[in-house]
């Protein structure tokens, strides 16, 4: 097939570095434009992040030599060069809703690692095994914006990834009330190494800025539903949490406590509902979709963040120590790889079921 012509924008962040790697052989997308803000343009890519590359995995060959574009100054060039583009920019919030649009205006689709439109009504934020069906609204969203072509879909926040994959099926089949759940999330969370954070060696902070909003809310509009050419979010189950920032380089993990609305199902039933569980990723067998979404562990020493969190790639989500609990109906702790399930591989898959939806076209 022919590859979509893809372009990133704030390419030489950490998240930025983590799409070009996932890049670099996609057998649907080629990279063929880079774009950050003044102080990167004009260099090379290689270049722009010498003493910054924080993968483990050297700079991609394919981009080495590309030349940065001012995504300010030289937009329509950038654009001109691209089918689509991944956005991960290190902006403020209303600066990045106006780049976005800006970009999304010029007939260039968006596929956003930022936060700026999740509670932007009729832009999507998916996790393709769980809401697909929320890329219905990008036509009501086109209207607005008075595109053919350009949008904005978004992914929803890293720390999600760890619970909300593994309450969904249940959430589906039986009905759940409320949740309580506290992570432990990496320091690549924050587009930091131990290298240029050393606080974060041997210590624990208790809390990230507006982490635990995000939580608790962005659940609501991922179960929520189509109405009237917006996305309603729903008020079920109630989620309360808490968000630590531990010393581990990459990997969230969470505690999770759960309740049912009517009867509980028991403890196998629950696994099998995870074993079973096949989203929409998995029925399209899209490039980056793990083939197995949900992994439960009987070792109740399992997950543990350095031994599962590249597993199937990064994509798949690890759950372990199921239980019942005194004030809670179970308990359980998942685990989900921040920075490719919950950041730049997220987006990836999300752009591969909007390809393969029909959502994004060859210029």
Known sequence: MEKYKVGVVGCTGMVGQRFLTLLENHPWFQVTALAASARSAGQTYAQAVEGRWKMTTPVPEAVREMVIYDIEKDLDTYVSQ???????????????????????QKECPVISNNSAHRFTPDVPMVVPEINPEHIQIIEAQRKRLGTRLGFIAVKSNCSLQSYVPALHPLREKYGLSKALVTTYQAISGAGKTFQTWPEMVDNVIPYIGGEEEKSEQ????????????????????????????????????????????????????????????????????LPSAPKQFLHYFEDPSYPQTKLQRDLEGGMAISLGRLREDTQYDYKFVGLSHNTLRGAAGGGV???????????????
């Open 218 to 285: 962005e659940p609501m509009k991922l179960w929520g539903s189509i109405q009237d050419g917006k996305i309603v979010n729903t008020d079920t189950p109630n989620i309360t949490s808490q968000c630590l920032r531990v010393p581990v380089s990459d990997g969230h993990m969470a505690a999770v406590f759960m309740s049912f609305t009517g009867e509980k199902p028991s403890i196998e039933e629950i696994k099998e509902t995870w074993a079973s569980y096949r989203g929409r990723a998995q029925e399209l067998e």
């Open 82 to 104: 691209i089918d689509f583009t991944f956005c991960a920019v290190n902006m403020k919030k209303d600066a990045i809703k106006a780049l976005e649009e800006k970009i999304a």
């Open 349 to 363: 898959l999300l752009a591969e079921l909007l390809a393969a939806e029909g959502y994004l076209i060859h210029k």
